[in-house]
């Protein structure tokens, strides 16, 4: 059915100028509004913009711990064996006499 034949879906007195994407109802001027190129109705523009909800942040703040630790591991393995393989040069290489 042609856009100009449709009635919006909350003001059925007048004329649909747009049809949401994400919905696909029918809205007149005042129930839509542009968003990054597309109209959407408010229902769809709020879901859209409503901040997603984190899932556990126990399990986040977990995870940023182990990977605290698991950093410092590989940092202190590092450098402990660049120490050992400083130690395995001879001692009459550093003598300048």
Sequence with gaps: MELTFQRCLIH???EAIARCPACANY???ECVTEHEGKFLCSNCLRRRSAPIES???AVGW???AIGMFAGLAI???FFYLIG???LL???NLHDLS
Aim: glycine residues 4%; hydrophobic residues 35%.
């Design 89 to 91: 040069i001879p001692p």
């Design 55 to 57: 899932g556990n942040r």
């Design 62 to 64: 977990l995870m940023s």
């Design 27 to 29: 809205y007149c001027r």
């Design 12 to 14: 059925p007195e007048r």
């Design 84 to 86: 050992r393989l400083l």
């Design 75 to 77: 940092a202190w393995s």
